[in-house]
């Protein structure tokens, strides 16, 4: 019933009596204040039995000073509650993106007007005659007029599509640091390779380096008996003469001057091929 006097759904009508009972029990205490104030005045003030005007205009300015500060400050408290309602029913609509429209011209609507006094009227009633029953626990029933459930699926269906991009990201970041890993590796192993036979290198030509060093000095060595042979030779042909030439110390000489020549020549041969060997390294 309280649902078709107002147009709305049980939900916010529930809403609707609950703010009316706050509304009136800020307007039972105004009116208790203001009985209070009254109250004060006939104790303090009307202990005489006859007043003067003046007396009486005193008393009555005190007390509409009084009654209109307590009325002043219940207004704008009240105005504040509303404004506080107000921003309650706009943060809901926000939150769902919608913007709810007010008209303020309704507010001085004097058949609206009416039509909530009956209905405090009867709701006042009927709670009177039902304040000795249990009060029914009233659940929340969500809505089906399609408003806020369309708006509620839309914004889960943009979730779930910028969820399903966050994945499709997340495979295609997840395969390019597997792709960049395996490089990584093979990377690796090439510099590996690398350094193995740079090694390698360096030793052959460590070697190389000795044995042709050896070589330099084998070389050296037998030059060096050479001249000395051939100094002996030419001292033994002079002192000797041409007939001396078939003596057999000669052909000794002669034999061991040849020996010497052909270990030069050999020592020469491997040598130049030791240098060969080691420019190419060189150049590699």
């Known amino acids: 019933m309280a649902s078709s006097e ?10 609707v009596i609950d703010y009316l009972h706050h509304a009136r029990f800020k307007r039972n205490q105004c009116i208790k204040s203001i009985d209070a104030s009254f109250k004060d005045v006939e104790e303090s003030r009307l202990v005489e039995s006859t007043f003067t005007c003046d007396e009486v205009q005193q008393i009555l300015s005190g007390l509409c000073g009084v009654i209109k500060a307590d009325m002043q400050s219940e207004l704008i408290a009240t105005s504040h509650t509303n ?17 709810l429209q007010v008209d303020i011209s309704e507010l001085e609507n004097r058949d609206l ?30 809505l089906n007029t399609g408003g806020g459930d369309k708006l509620l699926q839309l914004e889960i269906t943009r979730l779930e599509q910028e969820n399903k991009k966050l994945v499709e990201r997340v495979r ?35 070697q190389s380096d000795n044995q ?25 042909k002079e002192e000797l003469g041409k007939s001396f030439n078939d003596t057999h110390q000669y052909q000794n000489m002669k034999k061991m001057l040849s020996s010497k020549n052909e270990q030069i020549k050999e020592l020469r041969t491997k040598l130049r091929k030791y240098e060969g060997g080691g420019e190419r390294d060189d150049s590699s």
């Open 6 to 15: 107002l147009d709305l759904n049980p939900t916010h009508s529930k809403y």
């Open 113 to 142: 007007l009416e039509k909530i006094v009956q209905f405090e009227e009867r709701v006042f009633e009927k709670e009177a005659n039902l304040m000795q029953l249990p009060k029914p626990l009233q659940l929340l029933v969500p």
């Open 83 to 99: 404004v506080l309602l107000l921003r309650q029913l706009f943060k809901e609509g926000e939150k769902w993106r919608i913007n």
């Open 172 to 206: 295609l970041l997840e395969s390019k640091v597997t792709t960049t890993f395996k490089e990584r590796d093979e990377l690796k192993a090439k510099v590996d390779i690398s350094k193995q036979e740079s090694v390698s290198s360096e030793d052959t030509a460590k």
């Open 212 to 236: 042709r060093s050896m070589l330099e000095d084998k070389l050296k060595q037998t030059t060096s008996e050479l001249e000395k042979v051939t100094l002996d030779l030419q001292s033994t």
